[in-house]
């Protein structure tokens, strides 16, 4: 009796189901499932690069034929001294560095003061100037573009430099990324300690608040970094003279040539890519742990 009792699974509407011999349970199918997809997400994603990094080193006659050819034959580095001989292209990668350097540098100081004073300092109209701050996140850049080009007309500020930059040097995200932040990894108790030991605010700020955001600050850095380094459309707003393009623009306009320069253009796209992927490597620690802040609470 007591060994029948021991081969009978247990009833019950809380009871386990044991997977037969040789079959796989839903628990180890999914995790395979999600590495499929993946799999092919980035297969899907780096296709095209490894396309285009090909295809750079091949004569303009040979990049579409049939069937493709997955390596370039004859190899040729022309197309890459063609660029850098008849196209002013380290004018515009020089203008895109320094823009993008210096707005991602000002505008994660920025952000991180402003998102430190909305989260830790209590001041008359704090919610409704949040309010106002994160509801702008909501309006399309297209609706902004005409009033912000007007203002900087009339206002006499059309210098290259400082209508790439300035405009964009307190983005709403950033503000909103680094209050949420400053909230969970500031500690009040760390604040009230340093000014007992008579740290000045603006002193607390850079030596004890700007160290603990530092997560944050990497995420932030990328994400500020790639998009005005890749900024197209404003870019092509607000400037008209050739010689001072970015780098978007430069390589926009050797594909909207006579002949359709696209040895060119495959060229020029390899070696506007080194940047971000220099960014992406220094910082990628600072980025994951970023953005996996907030997803577990202590």
Request: proline share 8%; with cysteine.
């Amino acid at each position: 009796m007591s060994a029948l009792q021991t081969r009978r699974a247990p009833a019950g509407p809380g009871a386990h189901r044991t997977a037969a011999p040789g079959s796989k349970s839903p628990a180890t199918r999914r995790p395979r499932l999600v590495y499929v997809l993946l799999i092919a997400l980035v297969v899907m994603f780096v296709l095209p690069l490894l396309w285009a990094l090909s295809s750079s080193f091949k004569h303009r006659g040979d990049i579409f034929t049939y069937p493709p050819q997955p390596l370039p034959s004859p190899f040729t580095l022309e197309n890459y001294t063609r660029l850098l001989d008849t196209q002013p292209f380290w004018g515009w990668f020089a203008t895109s560095t320094i823009v993008a350097v210096v707005s991602t540098t000002v505008s994660v100081f920025v952000c991180a003061l402003a998102g430190f004073a909305f989260a830790k300092y209590r001041f008359r109209g704090k919610r409704l100037l949040f309010d106002v701050m994160f509801s702008s996140m909501a309006v399309p850049f297209a609706v902004i573009v005409v009033p912000l080009f007007v203002m900087l007309v009339k206002a006499g500020v059309t210098n290259v430099y400082f209508s790439l930059i300035v405009p964009w040097v307190a983005p709403a995200f950033g503000i909103f990324m680094m209050r949420q932040y400053a909230e969970q990894a500031v500690p009040d108790s760390v604040l009230e300690a340093a000014r007992i030991d008579g740290a000045s605010e603006f002193g607390l700020f850079t030596r004890v608040v700007l160290p603990l955001l530092r997560p944050a600050l990497g995420a932030l850095a990328v994400w500020s970094f790639l998009n005005s380094y890749n900024s197209f459309f404003w870019p092509l707003i607000v400037v008209s003279d050739p010689a001072q393009y970015t780098l978007p623009l430069g390589i926009q306009s050797l594909y909207a040539a006579e002949g359709r320069q696209v040895d060119l253009v495959l060229a020029g796209s390899v070696l506007a890519a080194v940047p971000s992927l220099i960014m992406f490597i220094l910082l990628r620690k600072q980025l994951l742990d970023g953005l996996t802040a907030g997803a577990v609470k202590s």
